[in-house]
DNA sequence: GAACAGCATTCCTACTATTGGAACACAAGG
DNA sequence: CCTTGTGTTCCAATAGTAGGAATGCTGTTC
């Protein structure tokens, strides 16, 4: 969609997008120029400039690099601009203590939304999510709490585009999502059972602001065998904190 | 230092860097433009190829541009990267050197904590500490470190079990320790004397993280009956290195 | 211990892609 | 309705990048 680009850096950030998504801590050169299809002197210029600015690290040792301390400061610059966040973080380590379960939040990007925090229990076997990676709208308890609370006319456009299976129990029928769409603002909180991911379960309502509209979700959840039978007392925790989150918000 | 530079790449970085700085949510072309000394042209551009990465996004209503999905996921990347061990390791040595005295670092095990490495002084008689066994975190300069961090529910879930007696010294009276543990907060350290091994003395603090929680502890140690002489040092010396690896660290 | 392999880094010229002034479009405010 | 401030597009000049090849470095193999 955007117009007018430049090529030299559009190529630059893809570098840097792929420090992110690797799971490895360093690259190397020839990695990066192999995986990206660029030249190594090219990908040598780039990283000397990201590294001048403390985007990247060099180890002086192994020759390879890292994301460096400017990096952090540009994730920590995002989430210090989503003020829901400051509002809720504080939360959920409450919420997992009250529940035993993992406590997390999310924010809409659009047609996709993400985890931005979780707070996990003190115990063996425990539920975590990756933050940061988009999710869709349709599968999961989080997504579904979004997708509930829209406009009518957003869930009618989100509809009819494709749905994507994510695991065997995705619901992608448009009506059967609606009917569970309606039972989630009736009940005021979703619940799934491995829509997302297999072998988890969860929990999950929106913080809504002063429009009625949501502006971040909470869950809890855990593994799916033992997270059934806890399902009703944590929802009843749950929506006890979305609520008092929502009136915070100018909801009411 | 960075050799081979790309000026195209490090203008680009300049603006990503203009986003975590700047205290504003949002940026227009314009205000980028003058205060990097750059083109309306070549910010436009910049801004276009980021855009395509998710690294910024536009306002399409206000025309103004704020940091993206990918910005937040480079910053995720790097604190999940960062081993306290790997960071604080190198740092033991030169306080080591710089005191005359041991520098020891540990981590949280639950309801205990470990040294998991140690820089000795080149002198005759000095301490060392066993590497690996768990010690309660109420007796002891590095324990009090961490219990002092810790949030209110923790410490209270904490003082409320029965607490070891390790020497002496060792304070197991829930009403003096949280007198200790404000003292520490205010000061920044903790000091003992004694109280978990006889004939020792040592100034621990923490390294904070991103959510302000302890990722570890280090400390000076040495044999009581010299250390209190070159305690104030040793905690200024302490303190100036823990207070810059929380900042690697993402904690302000 | 010498030859080798694999890596990062530097060099240098052809040439492609960026540059930036100016023109344009659009919105808000006087 | 004109003005002033945006962000965006256009285009020719040229400055800066690209990339193959050479170099230097490190660690490994026989």
Redesign the interface.
Known sequence: ??????????R???I??R??EAGT?TLGVTELAESLGMSKAAV???L????????VVLDEESRRY??????????????D?IDVRRLATPEL??LS?LTGETATLSIR?GDTR?Y?DQATP?REVIMSVS????YPLHAGGSSKAFLAFLSEEEITRYLSRSLETMTPATVTDPGRLRTDLTLIRRRGYAMSIAERQSGAASVAAPILDHHGRPAAVISVCGPADRFMAEADACAAALLQTTDRLSAELGHH
């Open positions: 969609m955007p117009s007018q680009t430049a090529a030299t850096v559009e630059a950030a893809d840097l997008v420090f992110a801590d040598h210029r780039v000397a400039s990201f590294r001048s600015r403390g985007l890292s994301l460096g301390l400017t990096a952090m400061r540009l994730g920590l610059a995002y989430l601009r380590p409450a203590r990007t993400v931005i003190e933050l940061g990676v988009p």
